[in-house]
């Protein structure tokens, strides 16, 4: 597969009902907003014409202190209106977002090595979730086997030293290599040489053999 290929679909009726939820959840904040505006410029209105009857003294300060109060009270509602228009921006823009990521394309050059899932399985990608691992795309120029070494063949291994790599199922062919890493343990040393590979002729997971200059080793498995 090469960069920029399509990889993989995933059906977007979920994610299009969401957009439109959130669609209409925002319509609503915004006529919500329209609501608490026109209740606040009414509120300013009634509550200057009782200020004025207050100051001229035809007006108790109960009914005064009632109609400032409601007036403050509009105010608040109309900030809250601007919250909740705001949330409900937030959360439109995150679903379109989302509705935008079901298609996948590759991001480099390489060769799907692993599939787990099928057409029509479901799959999982939350913020709260392990995603799901649909697939393994890997580049097979490059490979790594990892061999177990005994304690007295450790000591001729050194980083960078070159191997040879025998894949069982390609008997007609050695693959070259070098050790990468050394990872010695009090008890299982071994060894990780990265073997450079074909990708056209070996595929992961084959069994294979490792010889160093000094010493031949016996590999497990080659991945």
């Not at 200020?51 to 509009?74: I, M, P, Y």
């Not at 209106?81 to 949330?87: C, G, N």
């Not at 899932?117 to 890997?138: D, N, P, W, Y």
Request: glycine share 6%; proline share 3%; with cysteine.
């Amino acid at each position: 597969m090469k960069k920029g290929d399509l990889l993989v679909k995933i059906k977007p009726d979920t994610y299009i009902a969401n957009v439109r939820s959130a669609e209409a959840q925002y319509m609503a904040a915004a006529s919500g907003k329209d609501l608490a505006e026109a209740s606040m410029k009414k509120a300013e209105l009634e509550f200057k014409r009782h200020d004025e009857l207050f100051r001229g003294r035809l007006e108790s300060e109960s009914t005064f202190l009632e109609f400032k109060t409601g007036l403050e009270v509009a105010q608040a509602q109309y900030q809250s209106a601007i919250h909740q228009v705001d949330v409900a921006k937030a959360s439109l823009d995150s679903n379109q977002g989302r509705a935008g990521q079901n298609h996948h394309r590759v991001a480099a050059d390489g060769t799907v090595s692993k599939l787990n899932s099928r057409l029509g399985e479901r799959v999982v990608g939350t913020a709260m979730m392990t995603g799901t691992e649909i697939m393994i795309v890997s580049d097979l120029n490059e490979m790594e086997a990892r061999v177990d070494i005994g304690e007295i063949d450790v000591v001729l291994i050194k980083p960078g030293q070159k191997a040879r790599l025998e894949v069982e199922r390609i008997c007609d062919r050695k693959f070259k290599g070098a050790s990468r890493k050394l990872p010695i343990r009090q008890r299982t040393p071994a060894l990780a040489p990265a073997v450079a590979a074909d990708s056209r002729k070996k595929r992961p997971s084959l069994k294979s053999e490792s010889a160093s200059t000094n010493r031949r080793i016996s590999d497990r498995a080659c991945r």
